[in-house]
Antibody
Framework: QVQLKESGPGLVQPSQTLSLTCTVS????????VHWVRQPPGKGLEWMGR???????YYNSALKSRLSISRDTSKSQVFLKMNSLQTEDTAIYYC????????WGQGASVTVSS | DVVLTQTPPTLSATIGQSVSISCRSS???????????LNWLLQRPGQSPQLLIY???NLESGVPNRFSGSGSETDFTLKISGVEAEDLGVYYC?????????FGAGTKLELK
């Protein structure tokens, strides 16, 4: 059964760094890419970036200067780090599988506030 | 970046009614490999998005066949033939032909 699960802090202070983990099961990170997508409260979906199955990464140009995605294949985990957080980064952060986005995590709610 | 324009932004329907949602792209979504990476997702209230249709017209496993997708190049349509209560939520089109992936702004389907 394919599953993805996001984890991380619910509250981050402005200007600090957000660190999230996506733990997957039911498939290998060496066979499928994992994407990060976020959704501000009451708004639509924004694609952030992806870790390809071969280890290559690609980022949304609007976030590229602040964003880093990495992985640990032995632990089936993909990591997102984004620095210089502002209030507008408050959102639910999802990880999702593959180009099709055929499986999603339940989302991690992140609030940026002092 | 590719802009996907969805219409209408809100759709009111009765149970059993058939409805359509349009998604227009600022560029052709036909990839050099011959595929067209245009997907449809549904986000029910309080839930994560779920894949309904991939590559324009392919129904994801487990999705009822009242959902269908069509279109090509820059114009795409999602049709629901007989809305059921469980279909309520926000529908998004998403393209993966051109980097970065982009989403439409969404169409909210509600009960009339």
């Amino acid at each position: 059964q394919v599953q993805l699960k996001e984890s991380g802090p619910g509250l981050v202070q402005p200007s600090q760094t957000l660190s999230l983990t996506c733990t997957v099961s039911g498939f290998s990170l060496m066979d499928y890419s994992v994407h990060w997508v976020r959704q501000p409260p009451g708004k639509g979906l924004e694609w952030m970036g992806r870790m390809k199955y071969d280890g290559d990464t690609y980022y949304n140009s609007a976030l590229k200067s602040r964003l880093s995605i990495s992985r640990d294949t032995s632990k089936s985990q993909v990591f997102l780090k984004m620095n210089s957080l502002q209030t507008e980064d408050t959102a639910i952060y999802y990880c999702t599988r593959d180009l099709l986005m055929d499986a999603w995590g339940q989302g991690a709610s992140v609030t940026v506030s002092s | 970046d590719v802009v996907l324009t969805q219409t209408p932004p809100t759709l009111s329907a009765t149970i059993g009614q058939s409805v359509s949602i349009s998604c227009r792209s600022s560029q052709s979504l036909l990839d050099s490999d011959g595929d067209t990476y245009l997907n449809w997702l549904l986000q029910r209230p309080g839930q994560s998005p779920q894949l309904l249709i991939y590559s324009v017209s392919n129904l994801e496993s487990g999705v009822p066949n009242r959902f269908s997708g069509s279109g090509s190049e820059t114009d795409f349509t999602l049709k629901i033939s007989g809305v059921e209560a469980e279909d309520l939520g926000v529908y998004y089109c998403m393209q993966a032909t051109h980097a970065p992936n982009t989403f439409g702004a969404g169409t909210k389907l509600e009960l009339k």
